[in-house]
Antibody
Framework: VQLVESGGGLVKPGRSLRLSCAAS????????MSWIRQASGKGLEWVSF????????HYADSVKGRFTISRDNAKNSLYLQMNSLRDDDTAVYYC?????????WGQGTLVTVSS | QSVLTQPPSVSAAPGQRVTISCSGS????????LSWYQQFPGTAPKLLIY???KRPSGIPDRFSGSKSGTSATLGITGLQTGDEADYYC???????????FGGGTKVTVL
């Protein structure tokens, strides 16, 4: 099982960024997925969940209305579209396989929101 | 708003046992969603315990989990210097439709 995030970087407040997570080594379409983030020196914060077929989606209150999770099972890929970014969105973003626990995690991608 | 509360830090000498508590008010709907994660600096978290007390393949039996009511405990026996890390509990809250993480506990081996 391998999860590889990409798309992080430095972005100004109010701008947008799209993260990707490439999955391999398992049947991606059979598993739910989540995004989890961690600000520097802080704890883990769950961001969003998407069911295996993409039919059920949940967001943390802190990102609701600004972030959109999606997946392309044909491409074994998970996405996080982040709009209206704020300073407090600065964090390492992890994708994780979600099956009533997070059994596999990616290495993370750093998103820095700063003017 | 559900919260999982962990002590910020625990410490013990090599070979000793430590326990980390995780107490909270999450609406788990009676299901076994409580899991524990180990994280070393600069690396991704790793699943340590799932469904309250089950260990994934490859996790030594020095690590154990238990849950009673709204409190859970992670135990580490035979403490080793390589166990120095941050540990997080997490559970799915059915009423909020969200995952909740504890604030994390730093384990120090004296």
């Amino acid at each position: 099982v391998q999860l590889v995030e990409s798309g992080g970087g430095l972005v100004k407040p109010g701008r947008s960024l799209r993260l990707s997570c490439a999955a391999s080594g398992f049947s991606f379409s059979d598993f739910h997925m989540s995004w989890i983030r961690q600000a520097s020196g802080k704890g883990l914060e769950w961001v969003s969940f998407i069911s295996s077929a993409g039919t059920t989606i949940h967001y943390a209150d802190s990102v609701k209305g600004r972030f959109t999770i999606s997946r392309d099972n044909a491409k074994n890929s998970l996405y996080l579209q982040m709009n209206s970014l704020r300073d407090d969105d600065t964090a390492v973003y992890y994708c994780a396989r979600d099956q009533e626990n997070f059994d596999y995690w990616g290495q993370g991608t750093l998103v820095t929101v700063s003017s | 708003q559900s919260v999982l509360t962990q002590p910020p830090s625990v410490s013990a000498a090599p070979g000793q046992r430590v326990t980390i508590s995780c107490s909270g008010s999450a609406s788990t709907d009676g299901r076994n969603y409580l899991s524990w994660y180990q994280q070393f600096p600069g690396t991704a978290p790793k699943l340590l315990i799932y469904a309250n007390n089950k260990r994934p393949s490859g996790i030594p039996d020095r690590f154990s989990g238990s849950k009673s009511g709204t409190s859970a405990t992670l135990g580490i026996t035979g403490l080793q210097t390589g166990d120095e890390a941050d540990y997080y509990c997490a559970t799915w809250d059915y009423s909020l439709n969200s995952w909740v993480f504890g604030g994390g506990t730093k384990v120090t081996v004296l």
